[in-house]
């Protein structure tokens, strides 16, 4: 129950109220699904004219929310209904906890009257969702719903962002009662810690200046807390040379000579050794994912670890660590350059690391007319210049696209990282193109991933968004033919297509200009072509079908031993 009341408190329906939230929390955009349960608050969606995105499938509406959040820092929003509609936002749900994605996701639910008895419709989204989300909320009366909203969306961005569930029971979104939006946020018991420990800033100070090899490791949280630049600068001050985790790429310039690359499964072989050989490794903002270290027992064996991380939980999970720092990524950084400790003897280091970047760059050979899937990526670099924002699917052609598209810009990079969902990609761009509506966006997409949402092509001719959907199609789902191929014997279960529908044709069902590639010589002027339309464009591009995502870290090995180096 709600004790004080606003003097400018407003007599109105739960749906109105939570519409009413929505614009104070200068939501620009949701993402949803309309039905029953929903269909008060959908009413007021029409009433007021916020805008709403209609995708054609749940998963594709939280999906572009996730990339909507990645892109413009903000969270997303996602309205659906309850049953169906609810647990086909669940792998969504799912995958922004794993990646850290701030979400606000709505779900109707039935009557409060019937809750418990099977009634039509009804999922148990608390109990679905509990592991998956950073919080949810079932709203039991309309007087608290305008605070559980305000704590949603203070909990989905605050800290370690993640995905936040309000459960609306229709009866709820009916009743009406006073919506007070002003009183301030009081959770005694989330207080996320935000400027990390001075003492524990010194010893990361004082560790940098006895190093001789350190390496800085610059996951998600780097962007989430908005602190590229900070990197940047301490990075310049310091002249330590930085990996990113998969998440990261963009935090820190791909083109700067300081960056070794991605580390991890698929990540260059200097990032790899670099982590490996390293006396000091600070991790800022990354979970030391096991695609990322490899075999535990063979990680870093050398190295002292500092770890600062805006979670607590994460530090020390994986990974000893001497030097705990829980904070904000950002505050920590500009403790760190302010504190400025005497710059360490790096050079050798430095000098080690470029000789290896020059001796064993990722690679591919490009011969004959069939297009190599790493040229591809190379080419969108190129004719984008490196501008474009780009989201993925999962498999082979993700690997590709981190390895070969260079990331110089904080959240130009969206991709499903901790659940590798595929269907992720496409929709996402969708998000990404409302976050920065002015900017290219390119969805590089499986053949068999973009199966998965690509219904979402509705969207596109609705509103004739002008992204480009570049599906590498090796008639494979790319990344378990190569597992089967290297781990299996050769034996290629329910992993190629012998058929596959016609993209082009698919395409225009939906009124989008196709197009298909399939030898070398076309693909320039082809790709111009795409990037100078002003619309959306879906291009089938068909590559190699054999090539394989080198150099790998192979499961159970250490990142020291890749194989598929340059030879
Ligand atoms: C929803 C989902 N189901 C299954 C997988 C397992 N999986 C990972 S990669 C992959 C193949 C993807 O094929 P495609 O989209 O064509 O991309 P490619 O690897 O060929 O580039 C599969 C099935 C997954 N990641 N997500
Ligand atoms: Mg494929």
């Known amino acids: 129950m709600e004790t004080e009341t606003n003097a400018h408190a407003k007599e109105m329906s739960g749906s109105s109220m939570l519409i009413k939230a929505l614009a104070c929390e200068d939501v620009d955009v949701i993402f949803g699904y309309p039905g029953g349960a929903i269909l008060p608050t959908y009413d007021e969606i029409y009433k007021t004219g916020i805008r709403h995105i209609l995708a054609r499938h749940e998963q594709g509406a939280i999906h572009a929310a996730e990339g909507y959040a990645r892109v413009s820092g903000k969270p997303g929003v996602c309205i659906v209904t309850s049953g169906p509609g609810a647990t086909n936002v669940v792998t969504g749900i799912a995958d922004a906890m794993i990646d850290s994605l701030p979400l606000v996701v709505i779900t109707g639910q039935v009557a409060t009257t019937v809750i418990g008895t099977d009634a039509f419709q009804e999922a148990d989204m608390i109990g679905i969702t509990m592991p998956i989300t950073k ?310 997409i499986g053949d068999a991933g973009f199966q998965m949402t690509a219904q979402e092509l509705s969207i596109l001719q609705e509103l004739n968004l002008p992204i480009k959907i570049m599906i590498v199609n090796n008639a494979a789902l790319g990344m378990v033919r190569q597992w089967q191929q290297l781990f299996h014997g050769e034996r290629y279960s329910n992993s190629l297509f012998p058929i596959q529908p016609n993209f082009v044709k698919l395409a225009e069902a939906y009124d989008i200009k196709g197009m298909q590639v399939n030898e070398l010589h076309e693909l320039e002027s082809a790709l111009k072509e795409m990037f100078d339309y002003p619309g959306p464009v879906l291009m089938d591009c068909r590559v190699a079908k054999q090539e394989n995502v080198y150099p790998m870290i192979s499961p159970g090995k250490g990142q020291h031993q890749m194989e598929g180096v340059k030879p």
């Open 135 to 444: 919080h949810n909320y079932q709203v039991r009366s309309v007087d608290e719903l305008p605070r559980i909203i305000k704590e949603a969306f203070h909990i989905a961005t605050t800290g370690r962002p993640g995905p936040v569930l309000i459960d609306l029971p229709k009866d709820v979104s009916l009743a009406t009662g006073l919506f007070d939006y002003d009183k301030e946020v009081d959770l005694p018991g989330y207080q996320p810690t935000v400027i990390p420990n001075k003492l524990q800033i010194r010893k990361v100070v004082d560790s940098v200046t006895t190093a001789k090899k350190p390496v800085i490791l610059a996951g998600a949280g780097v962007l989430h807390a908005k602190a590229s630049e900070e990197l940047a600068r301490y990075v310049e001050q310091q002249q330590i040379p930085v990996v990113n985790t998969l998440l990261g790429l963009g935090s820190f310039p791909g083109e700067d000579e300081l960056h070794l690359g991605m580390a991890g499964m698929h990540g260059t072989y200097t990032a790899n050794m670099a982590l490996h050989e390293a006396d000091l490794l600070i991790s800022i903002g990354a979970r030391f994912d096991d695609r990322l270290t490899g075999n535990l027992a063979h990680f870093a064996p050398n190295a002292k670890v500092a770890h600062i991380d805006i979670d607590p939980a994460e530090i020390g999970k994986n990974v000893p660590t001497e030097i705990p720092v829980v904070g904000d990524a950002k505050e920590a950084l500009k403790m760190l350059i302010e504190e400025q400790g005497e710059r360490g003897d790096h050079q050798e280091w430095k000098t080690w690391l470029s000789g290896l970047k020059e001796e064993y760059p990722l690679w591919y050979v490009q011969d004959g007319e069939t297009i190599k899937p790493q040229h591809l990526i190379e080419k969108i670099y190129e004719v984008t210049k490196g501008e474009a924002v780009v989201t993925t699917d999962v498999g082979q052609h993700q690997m590709w696209s981190a390895q070969f598209y260079k990331f110089n810009h904080p959240n130009q990079w969206v991709t499903s990282g901790g659940l590798g969902t595929m269907g992720f990609g496409f929709p996402a761009a969708i998000g990404a193109q409302f976050a920065k509506p002015d900017k290219p966006v390119v969805a590089i």
